[in-house]
């Protein structure tokens, strides 16, 4: 063989070799992106020790706000909620963005968190405290509530050590700008001190009407922000997010003139309102996104990328985050033979009754939720599912699947939902808006039979629902198109609903999902 061949063929396995291997250290380093699957929106994370906690916005869901734990970033565990309970006395709705914080010296754990007062109708800045992550927390009531409304909360020390609240005034609410204030707050987190500063506004043209979501961290002798722009929530959502820095916490700040730096990429869309924490000497944004093929039906979801640096140290992203995440790993199964898995929820305007054990689960019917009846309900993951549940048929109450979203996708609609029920031995596939349920199909059911109803979901709004009776499966009326329930700033939820009077209740032995 010519010796000019052997050198070539060398050098391409050489090549071939090099680009294999690399091939698998990329595929061993994949981040499993969303590493919080489903409607996980405003993620925040801290880190105590060597576990990371995060939460995210609830919206009108209890329990409220949910504490996750894990040891990697990746890898997370439903362990508690700030508000296990509901609602703290004051707050009526809009539970969102939730920033933790950990005061060592104290060694005090801290939620601040939005939500709507009662008495003012106004958007508020509360804090609530606990003695650890999984602890029982105490709720503080509201910090700051200004007229057009006061959210996205996060602490920060200054350059002195001072401590400060940072949050959001609303301005887009009313057409007006979006002030990003800072103020000192005491030690104990219940009163803010002194004059408030504004750090920065929506001055910028690729800013549109708001900047919000505003978190800080220190390196390179500056304090960083990362924001969010433009719209976060509806179907034609265009969120991105940007960077600015400062060399003290109260200014001047300066703005990256290449913002943003995190915008549409393949698999995400809209993506912002995150918090940058460290990890192995890196440091890395978890952040909010839809996934370009989920869409708003599924929510916005926990992404986290790695933050790099330019020469001139402003933090940037590669901006190449997959969707990686494995389907299997997002399947679900509950028999309720020992609890209510903590990963339910239901409407924080209603005290649910239930009881779990051997026989499954019983859930108080009512006629709440606009007519929808009690809710009990879990954020979707993918497009694609199939959502099974065996129930044992009552003729005193309506036992049934739902898919429940708004009556429309404004902010503020009310509830609604479309889903397949089964009362005595009538199953009905149906829709409730605006407090009005259609009837769309119906089946009728040998008496005294166990059934399991089946709602199959496919490209997040195509749904069929069929009964399975004795291995024998029986599809319930026409596909259906439900994308007009789909909700503001939310993905549907999949809900057990039990209907009918409050001496009644559904009962359901198991329920399985399962992702496709």
């Not at 009531?141 to 005034?169: C, H, M, Y």
């Not at 009163?191 to 690729?206: R, S, T």
């Not at 409407?347 to 009512?366: H, M, N, P, W, Y």
Request: proline letters at 5%; charged letters at 25%.
């Amino acid at each position: 063989m010519n010796k000019k061949i052997r050198i070539i063929r060398s050098f391409l396995l050489l090549f071939v070799l090099a680009l294999g291997l690399q091939q698998a250290f990329a595929q061993e380093n994949v981040l499993p992106n969303p590493v919080l699957a489903g409607d996980r929106p405003d993620p925040t994370v801290v880190k105590i020790g060597k576990f990371y906690y995060a939460s995210a916005t609830s919206n009108e869901w209890a329990p409220l706000f949910p504490i996750f734990k894990s040891a990697d970033l990746e890898n997370w565990e439903l362990i508690n909620y700030v508000f296990p309970e509901g609602a703290p006395s004051w707050a009526k709705n809009n539970f969102w963005a939730p920033e933790l914080a950990y005061d060592e010296k104290q060694g005090k754990f801290y939620s601040y968190y939005t939500a709507r007062d009662k008495a003012s109708n106004r958007l508020s800045v509360a804090v609530a405290s606990a003695d650890s992550p999984d602890g029982k927390f105490t709720d503080h009531g509201p910090l700051v509530a200004q007229e057009l409304g006061s959210i996205d909360a996060f602490e920060t020390r200054d350059e002195n050590g001072k401590l400060f609240l940072l949050w959001k005034e609303d301005g887009n609410s009313r057409g007006q700008k979006t002030p990003m204030w800072a103020q000192e707050i005491n030690e104990d987190r219940t009163e803010l001190i002194g004059e408030k500063h504004e750090l920065f506004h929506n001055d910028q043209p690729w800013e549109g009407g708001l900047v919000e979501g505003i978190a800080i961290f220190r390196k390179n002798g500056y304090f960083y922000a990362t924001y969010s722009a433009r719209g976060c929530c509806e179907i034609d959502c265009d969120y991105v997010t940007g960077v600015a820095r400062s060399k003290t916490l109260l200014g001047p700040w300066e703005k990256f003139d290449q913002n943003p730096v995190i915008k549409d990429n393949e698999s995400w869309k809209c993506p912002g309102h995150g918090t940058v924490v460290e990890k192995d000497g890196e440091l890395w944004l978890l952040n909010h996104a839809y996934n370009t093929t989920g869409s708003v039906y599924v929510g916005r979801q926990g992404v986290l990328q790695k933050v790099e640096w330019t020469a001139d140290q402003w933090p940037v992203f590669a901006n190449n985050e997959g969707y990686t995440r494995s389907m299997a790993s997002l399947e679900f199964t509950d028999d309720f033979k020992k609890r209510l898995d903590p990963v339910w929820q239901w409407r924080v305007t209603q005290d649910i009754e239930f009881e779990t054990g051997k026989k499954g689960l019983f859930l108080q019917a009512s006629e709440e939720n606009e007519s929808l009846g009690t809710l009990l309900v879990q954020g979707t993951k993918t497009l694609d599912y199939r959502y099974e549940a065996t129930v044992i048929p009552n003729p005193d109450a309506a036992a049934g699947l739902a898919v429940i979203g708004g009556a429309s996708n404004k902010f503020g609609a009310p509830v609604a939902g479309m889903g397949i029920s089964v009362k005595g031995n009538e199953v009905t596939l149906w829709e409730t808006v605006d407090q009005k349920t259609k009837v769309i199909a119906t089946e009728t059911l040998p008496p005294g039979k166990e059934i399991q109803l089946i709602l199959s979901m496919k490209d997040g709004y195509l749904m069929t629902t069929s009964i399975s009776v004795d291995g024998k499966v029986v599809q319930v009326g026409k596909e259906q198109d439900v994308k007009h329930l789909v909700p503001w700033g939310m993905g549907f939820r999949l809900g057990l609903v039990s209907k009918g009077d409050p001496s009644a209740d559904a009962h359901f032995k198991s329920v399985r999902i399962i992702y496709e």
